[in-house]
């Protein structure tokens, strides 16, 4: 680029700067001009020297100041240009930041799905990302984010944070009425919601749905669903920069368990169900639970115990997928309902619940039959 082209691409600045070197070129050349006009001859008288030395003095410190000023001008006007460079690299490497930041909790995401076999889905990783970072923009990245929740505002992490801290307290429950029971199913699926993710994997007897949407939380393995919660949510807090959440280390109690098997049709909630005649085996547990004699011992000590086995871990219901496992539950239940009805004449309510409870085993027997 030669010297009028980039006169022509430079800013105004650099037109006063040259201006005003040209404006002392030519005051010198008008002043030199004046004087040569009226002083014409060499002159030998020695005045007449220190008054053109003088003259050439003043000259070159006026000259000197114009191209002293000139200078700072145009030393000012590169030193804005390259301010604006350094403002843009650092606006682009921060957007490079976010998007390395971005593309790395992405992939911290694809490690837990793989954690867990692929079985969970997180479907809007980015979505999510702008959930735990919602300060963060292309102008401004931030690797730490504080959990943040009050009465009029909650991020996603304050979120996250009360409802894992009183689900903590809420298991150490041993009496549920149906409201609470509803507050847990509530709770355990807002939670998933929070945590971003979907379940994708084969349903189990005994998960939860909402509405539509199959969570994975099995009623009957609950402190698994509940480990893998809090697995998600220790990395959201470690990659946000905060301490991990150290509760639910305690496993469900049977209270637990029980309370979401007795309400497991609260209005939006139900429980998976595929095993023949499931629900009234339930039923009939709780039945069998409260049937006592005299002393207060069992009626059906051993077909209870059966059933509590089968309700302790979504793998022991399972098994009810085997015939014969099945058979031999109910076979039992039947032997010990008839072994138990002699002992209690007809007008004992007693033996009328007995009564009732055998119709149930062979409904079951019938249902099971059909499937």
């Known amino acids: 680029m030669g010297f009028g082209e980039r006169v022509k691409a430079s800013s105004p600045w650099s037109w006063i700067a040259i201006g005003i070197l040209l404006t002392s070129v030519g005051g010198g050349i008008t ?26 003095g003043g000259f070159g410190s006026c000259f000197g100041a114009g191209a002293t000023l000139a200078t700072l001008l145009f030393l000012a006007h590169q030193n804005r240009k390259q301010q604006g460079f350094i403002e843009w690299q650092i606006k682009a490497q921060t957007f490079e930041q976010l998007l390395s930041h971005q593309r790395v909790f992405g992939e911290r995401l694809q490690e837990i799905e793989s954690r867990y076999d692929s079985k969970i889905r997180f479907l809007d990783a980015e979505s999510l990302y702008i959930r735990l970072f919602p300060k963060n923009c292309p102008s401004k990245v931030d690797f730490h984010s504080d959990p943040e929740y009050s009465e009029t505002h909650e991020s996603l992490l304050g979120s996250l944070k009360a409802r894992f801290e009183r689900l903590d307290k809420f298991l150490d429950k ?72 150290d509760g639910l280390n305690r496993g469900v109690t049977s209270f637990v ?88 004449d007809e007008h004992d309510e007693r033996h009328t619940r007995l009564k009732a409870c055998e119709e149930t085993l062979h409904a079951i027997f019938a249902e099971t039959r059909q499937a």
């Not at 002043?31 to 009226?38: A, E, R």
């Not at 011992?297 to 793998?315: A, C, G, K, V």
Request: proline letters at 2%; charged letters at 25%; aromatic letters at 14%.
């Open 174 to 245: 041993a009496e549920w009425t149906a409201s609470e029971a509803y507050d847990l199913f509530e709770t355990l699926c807002d939670l998933i919601d929070d945590l971003g993710f979907k379940w994708v994997g084969e349903p189990s007897d005994g998960d939860i749905v909402r509405g539509e949407i199959h969570t994975g939380v099995n009623i009957y393995s609950l402190h698994e669903s509940l480990l893998r919660m809090k697995s998600i949510y220790n990395s959201y807090l470690r990659f946000t920069g905060n301490t991990e959440f």
């Open 257 to 344: 368990r029980e309370a979401l098997m007795k309400n497991r049709r609260l209005r939006k909630f139900v429980v998976y169900n595929s095993v023949p005649g499931l629900s009234n085996l339930q039923d009939l547990y709780f039945e069998i639970e409260s049937l006592r004699d005299d002393a207060s011992y069992w009626l059906l000590p051993e077909t209870l115990e059966l059933l509590r086995e089968i309700f302790e871990s979504r793998e022991s219901v399972a098994e009810l997928h085997d015939i014969h496992n099945y058979m031999y539950i109910l076979g039992n239940g039947v032997k010990e309902v008839k072994d138990a009805l002699l002992k209690f």
């Open 31 to 56: 002043l030199f001009l004046i004087y040569s006009h009226y002083f014409p001859y060499l002159s030998g008288i020695r005045d007449d020297w220190n008054v053109f030395g003088a003259l050439l």
